[in-house]
């Protein structure tokens, strides 16, 4: 049995083999033909070494070998980005990072089922001051009754403090709506009678220059720039001022300085009006949650009574 060597090419004088392999058997790598200039072990050039798998710009190997596939970008067709070509979108500009109750659509679902409630309970406290204002029986039984308005007050009262105290009674349902139809008919009962000492028509004249002022403010507050909410500090000094100054009004009866009162008293309100508007949007300094909108249908509802109150106020004092 004869065994055939096969020889190698012949090597040029001054030469190495062609090609040059690296040999890892030793412990210094040495390329045939031969030895490495350096001594302690080199590593292998950078150019010809593989990159770490999942790094940017290199992808796996889908057949599960050594080898990589050098990648400049993302070619995957779902993809947009291209980092040689197209910068990545800024981090406001991305919709994909838009956020649960921050979503535009959730704010304006919000914004609207506020303004529905709110215009539910107007509407029943303006069935009451219409009754409470053109019919006469009524009158003269609100007229004799008197405590009727104490205990209609210690109702608003109650359900006030449960519904502003009490969170999980004002976001679970249906007690949220029981709540809130409680402190809607008893403050209806309590405008309607304080509307019934009234002439029809300053009662009329309240009504319409409330509307025209509400719902100016409120498109005002929901157009501007300017953030109504970061003052919400001297809103509630201006509300304990007021407060002392009612106090002063019992005391000192004087036609001209409860006029005063009064146009103070709607001006301030006025604001409350605009900050607690300005609540809804989300995008100010202060924002209520779109689980709130019980809370925020009361904050508006008692922002316009006040303000219609004061209102009537005004007109009945200037008429004597």
Known sequence: MTTEKTSSPP????????????????????????????????????AFGPSVPGAFGVAMNPQGGSGYVVNAGFNDSNCVYNNQEDPPPPFEDNEVFDFGL??????????????????????????????????EPVKMFVAVNVWTYLVSYAVFFV??????????????????????????????????????????????????????????????????KYDFTSCYGMLFVC??????FSILCII??????????????????????????QLLLGNKQLALSPEEYIFAALHLYTDVINIFLYILSIIGSARG
Do not use: E
């Open 252 to 277: 000192i009866h004087n036609r001209i300085l409860h006029i005063v009162y009064a146009g103070l008293g709607a001006l301030l309100f006025t604001c409350f009006l605009a900050f607690d508007t």
């Open 239 to 244: 509300l304990i001022v007021l407060i002392v």
């Open 102 to 135: 921050d979503n535009k659509i959730i704010r304006r679902a919000f914004i609207r089922k506020v303004f529905m409630v709110l215009t539910t309970q107007l509407m029943v406290t303006l069935a009451f001051v219409a009754i409470f204002t053109f019919v």
């Open 159 to 224: 359900s006030l403090c449960v519904i502003s105290c009490c969170g999980n009674v004002r976001r679970r349902h249906p007690w949220n709506l029981v709540a809130l139809a409680v402190l809607t008919l008893s403050m209806s009962y309590m405008v309607g009678m304080i509307a019934s000492y009234h002439d029809t028509d300053s009662v009329i004249m309240a009504v319409g220059i409330t509307a025209v002022v509400c719902f100016t403010v409120v498109i005002f507050s929901l157009q501007t």
């Open 11 to 46: 090597l040029l004088s001054g030469h190495p083999a062609f090609p040059p392999v690296l040999d890892t058997n030793m412990q210094s790598p040495n390329l045939q033909g031969g030895a490495a200039p350096c001594g302690p072990p080199c590593p292998p050039p950078a």
